[in-house]
């Protein structure tokens, strides 16, 4: 084979995707502990997120604060939470 630069870069990029691919396994294999409950963790919340997505949505007032709500024709509406005011 001849010692051309594409083949010397080849062969570089080579071995260093073969090393790359051999120490993330052994990262993987080392740190499965952690992995294992962080993946179920995504997992998840991924299966809950059709339920906290609404819960997000929700308007969260202050202790006397206005909120501000749109009626049924899109009208914003703004309600303070304090009798009197």
Request: glycine content about 6%; hydrophobic content about 55%.
């Amino acid at each position: 084979m001849l010692q051309t630069p594409i083949n010397v870069l080849w062969t570089i990029q080579t071995c260093n995707l073969v090393g790359t691919m051999l120490v993330l396994g052994y990262v993987v294999i080392y740190l499965k502990f952690v992995l294992i409950p962080l993946i179920m963790a995504y997992f998840m919340t991924f299966l809950m997120a059709f339920i906290i997505d609404p819960m997000e949505l929700r308007p969260y007032p202050k202790p006397c604060g206005a909120i501000y709500l749109a009626d049924a024709e899109g009208e914003v509406i703004k309600e303070s939470l304090c009798r009197g005011f």
